[in-house]
């Protein structure tokens, strides 16, 4: 005759471990190695989990301030852009509104003065406008785009990447 196998086992089959005096089993003694590392594994997933989150967090409060003193860089460069041209507008005793023909620009305003000083020889008006790192010259001041496109096509023949933009 066989014997039938227990399916569970029994207080009797299980090793008894002890802690001081009593019999109890402590949590990972009872649970198996593979059990262990899943376990691990998934402590682990969760720390990284959580430390990526608080990263991605502290990162996009970085990115926002440096937009937010970018934007305040630009209001203030802008701000100070129209300053300038508006001085320069002050300058000149007959101001229109509306177009003007871009020459050259250059990266020191001496250079940009050298050659608004050559085309003020030549008899044309001359207006220097600083943008950033660079100085733009332009001539004219036209109220009209085909009062400045005449220009334009006798300022071709010297500066052939001239170009009629707004003031």
Known sequence: MQKQLELF???????KIFRGDSFRPSFFSVVKIHEKAILIAIGFIIVSLISFSLGVEKGKGLIKAQLENREEKNVYAQQSLKEKVLQVKDDKSEVKAG???QVATFRTKTYAQKEAERLKKKGLETLIIPRGEFVTVCVGNFFERQEAKISLNQLKKTYHDCFIRRL
């Open 99 to 101: 177009y003007t023909i």
């Open 9 to 15: 086992k029994t207080d009797q089959d299980r090793p």
